[in-house]
């Protein structure tokens, strides 16, 4: 997925866009079934997990031609370590990405100030154990392993798995599915059923990161990134070959 024909601000522009707009459904989801509609917790993470499947896969569909749309620090650390990207982008996503976070989940309060009187911004009560750490490790490693792979073989699919991943993520593991350390930071900032209280938001930010440098070194050795000259280098028996000797003789 090449995005070469699109400038640094387009690409920062995107990444700002999806992260904020990411992390706007996910509380905004958390709010509908806890605030208005008083469902059980059970039934409220469902809510988050069909939510945010759904959009991350509109997402990553959407934004990917232009930025690639990594939306997390953890996949852009993962894909620095296995050269899918460089540190001068990596520079440039990371703190946009933050902050599109922190924009999405003011948002998200904004939008049921009138509606259920919940706060625009409050800091969080909800522990996540410290059991649920390696779960974050361990589901982001998943994460970037999918988004890894699917890039080496030019699949239009990463979309749809990454919706899935962190979908079925939210629904089947003990973190209900960080996966994503901009998110982490974003939820201390809800008192809804996406929250996260700020020491816990901190390990799952160090978790998460860790696991997409997990990833990176994993999938660096599985299956390295294709080397430009490899790419360019015609093989002995390629049609081009003779085209061109053709067109010069």
Known sequence: MSTEQFTSTQKRLAEFFGSATLVFVIVSSGLLADGMLEASPSIGVLFIGLATAGWLFVLVQMLGPISGAHLNPAVTVALLVTGDTDMKTARQYVPVQFLGGLIGVGLAGLTFVSTIGWEVFAISAV??????????????????????????????????????????GIIGT??????????????????????????????????????????????????PRPSLIGKQEPKPDDDSVLEELATET
């Open 127 to 168: 522990e996540r154990p410290a059991s649920t750490w390696l779960a974050e490790f361990l589901g982001t490693m998943l994460l970037a392993s999918a988004i890894i792979s699917l890039i080496r073989q030019d699949s239009e699919w990463i979309g749809l798995a990454v919706g899935f991943t962190v979908g079925m």
């Open 174 to 223: 003990a973190s209900t599915a960080f996966f994503n350390p901009q998110v982490a930071l974003a939820r201390v900032f809800t008192s809804g059923i996406a929250g996260i209280q700020p020491f816990d938001a901190v390990m799952f930010m160090v978790a998460s990161t860790f696991g997409g440098v997990a990833a990176g070194f994993m999938w660096r050795y599985l299956w």
